[in-house]
């Protein structure tokens, strides 16, 4: 039970983490984007040019995306599965819960004058879904695990 309150906390603070990243301003994004940026380009080794420093830089706010949402999902689809044991259910919230997110997530930059994107809102969901198959797999994977310690005892 105790694992619900973790799980709950855990996914407030990354809903806090994407939403206040939408919050900033288009320059503080950009420094911290371009942060970032440089961080890859230098293990990557990668030479510096506009075109490759441009690609590079899309790549990783993209890349972001998905993480943040994959991080999301993974910890919504736990926190799902411990609330809803009927997979239908859970399933139908967790596509609800991830849309919502996701737009809301758009439409907060709208507002910090950094402007939406469709594109986001997609990359958004499927770093969510993402999140919620490897939550799904995880649980097959301890199922498993526990039936074959079972077996063995």
């Known amino acids: ?29 950009g420094r911290i984007s371009g942060a970032v940026k440089d961080f890859f380009a230098m293990l990557l080794g990668s030479e510096s040019g506009e075109s ?23 910890v919504g689809s736990l926190l799902l599965r411990l609330c809803k044991r009927d997979r239908i259910i859970r399933w139908t919230c967790a596509v609800m819960m991830g849309g919502f997110f996701a737009l809301t997530d758009e439409t907060i930059q709208i507002f910090s004058r950094r402007g939406s994107s469709v594109r986001d809102v997609w990359i958004d969901l499927i770093g969510f879904f993402a999140g919620c198959l490897l939550a799904e797999f995880l649980m097959i994977l301890r199922r498993n695990f526990l039936a074959k310690r079972q077996k063995q005892t």
Request: aromatic share 18%.
């Open 52 to 74: 490759s420093d441009t690609a590079l830089h899309f790549w990783v706010r993209k890349l972001a995306h998905f993480l943040e949402f994959a991080a999301l999902g993974l």
């Open 1 to 29: 039970m105790k694992y619900k309150y973790v799980l709950l906390v855990a996914f407030v603070l990354i809903v806090c983490f994407i939403w206040g990243n939408s919050l900033l301003s288009p320059e503080l994004s």
